[in-house]
């Protein structure tokens, strides 16, 4: 069983910065592809930036060129940089891990709690 816990949220304006971190519990971290989504009330959880056991890094369109994710498996760690960001980008974001990478959420098993974005215009 992985466990994931996220931290990084908050709320900042428009155009600023975040970071998210997801630590993972299990010890075949770097075994794993690791993808960030994210929810808004009353919205299916949408695929935001995968990154796979080999590094590799997939983005939604609608976060590409601002968004960068990326991953420390010695600390079991992968994170969401999060650039000049907009107000649509408000919502709780969730880590996920699985075996293969892909934007289906139903791929991954494994999920942490959230942690919410909000940002103001």
């Known amino acids: 069983q992985v466990q994931l816990v996220e931290s990084g949220g908050g709320l900042v304006q428009a155009g600023d910065s975040l970071r998210l971190s997801c630590v993972a519990s299990e010890r075949t971290f770097s075994s794993h592809s690791m993808a960030w989504f994210r929810q808004v009330p009353g919205k299916e959880r949408e695929f935001v930036a995968a990154v796979s056991s080999r590094h590799i890094t997939y983005y939604a369109d609608s976060v590409k060129g601002r968004f960068t994710g990326s991953r420390d498996d010695a600390r079991n760690t992968v994170y969401l940089q ?30 942490g709690q959230g942690t919410q974005v909000t940002v103001s215009s």
């Open 82 to 111: 999060m650039n000049n960001l907009k107000p649509e980008d408000t919502a709780v974001y969730y880590c996920a891990a699985g075996n293969i990478v892909t934007a289906r959420r139903n791929a991954y098993p494994y999920w």
